[in-house]
């Protein structure tokens, strides 16, 4: 069956650390994006990808890169992480189309200290 | 600007009582509609969407839910809850020939025996 995963499920890092979060979707979808869940604010969306070599900034872009080289993967980067960077970080995946339904990973949670 | 609003943060009812999640949203064009639910440790799943056409929408597990324009709310009903409904709700809308959802700060509902 197609899927969405993330690695990994949970981590624990340190103030200016470099973090790679894994995102792998087997749907063979064009769009893949990244949320944060933080209580009181639910997703906000950091950066998307329509396709090979697009990204996009979302919302809350600050702190964090992706990259698309393929069609499968979508990683995050957080250059060097900060405490405000505590969260659970989504990634999710769609078809190309305003009314497609967005696929979740289950979740990465990141503590920086 | 785009936005969406769930009043409600906590709901607690009782198993085989009626549930409304309410959700009210603001958006420029015609909005596409959709409530995901998010169960502990979860990636999000969807219950329903709303594009056109009939404004009473039916998703999985017995979910409901009714787009009003006049009001600008897509509220979710279900008549008769059971205890593995407890979750998390979030209500998202786009639309305008983009993926890109915004999210709702989310319901949590609690089903007491």
């Known amino acids: 069956d197609a899927e969405i995963t993330q690695s990994p499920r949970h981590k624990i890092t340190e103030t200016g650390r470099q973090v790679t979060l894994a995102c792998h979707q087997t749907w063979n979808h064009n769009n893949m994006f990244w949320y944060r869940q933080d209580l009181g604010h639910g997703l906000r969306l950091i950066h998307y990808s329509y396709g090979v070599q697009d990204t996009n900034k979302g919302e809350v872009s600050d702190g964090y890169s992706v990259s698309r080289s393929n069609t499968e993967d979508l990683p995050l980067t957080l250059e060097s992480a900060a405490s405000s960077q505590t969260s659970v970080y989504f990634c999710a995946s769609s078809v190309n189309s305003p009314t497609g339904e967005l696929f979740f990973g289950e979740g990465s949670r990141l503590t920086v200290l | 600007a785009q936005s969406v609003t769930q009043p409600d943060i906590h709901i607690t009812v009782s198993e085989g009582a009626s549930l409304e999640l309410r959700c009210n949203y603001s958006y420029g064009a015609t909005p596409y509609l959709f409530w995901y639910v998010q169960s502990p440790g979860q990636g999000l799943q969807l219950l329903l969407k709303?594009?056109?056409?009939?404004?009473l929408v039916q998703g999985i597990k017995g979910f409901e839910a009714e787009f009003k324009r006049s009001q600008s709310s897509f509220n979710l009903r279900k008549p008769s809850v059971h205890w593995s409904d407890a979750a998390e709700y979030f209500c998202a809308v786009g639309g305008g020939g983009t993926d890109k959802l915004i999210f709702g700060t989310g319901t949590r509902l609690q089903v007491f025996p």
């Open positions: 709303y594009f056109s056409g009939d404004t």
